[in-house]
């Protein structure tokens, strides 16, 4: 069994920074990728970043040069730092663990920007 749990959404004013962390733990022998997706209202949910067991990074178009992910191997740890945040960006953060040929979910944290 594997558990990831997402922490430090919130509310933020246009402009503003928030880092998200999410921590996966359980029956863990090695994780693969680490990852980033968002739902907004009324939309599909899309991937935001994610970072390989080698360091390969990708992101999403719109928050190229904006967030930064980062991962601690040794804490099976990932780190999502997110600036100069548009009320666009709002929406349920998931944080997803891939191990192998199963991936897993956390249950999502809030971040919203106001305008």
């Known amino acids: 069994q594997v558990q990831v749990v997402e922490s430090g959404g919130g509310l933020v004013h246009a402009g503003g920074s928030l880092r998200l962390s999410c921590a996966a733990s359980g029956s863990i022998f090695s994780i693969n990728t680490m990852g980033w997706y968002r739902q907004a209202p009324g939309k599909q949910r899309e991937l935001v970043a994610y970072i390989s067991s080698g360091g390969s990074i990708t992101y999403v178009d719109s928050v190229k040069g904006r967030f930064t992910i980062s991962r601690d191997h040794a804490k099976n740890t990932v780190y999502l730092q997110m600036n100069s945040l548009k009320p666009e960006d709002t929406a349920v953060y998931y944080c997803?663990?891939?191990?192998?040929?199963?991936?897993?979910w956390g249950q999502g944290t809030q971040v919203t920007v106001s305008s």
């Open positions: 997803t663990a891939s191990l192998s040929r199963t991936t897993y």
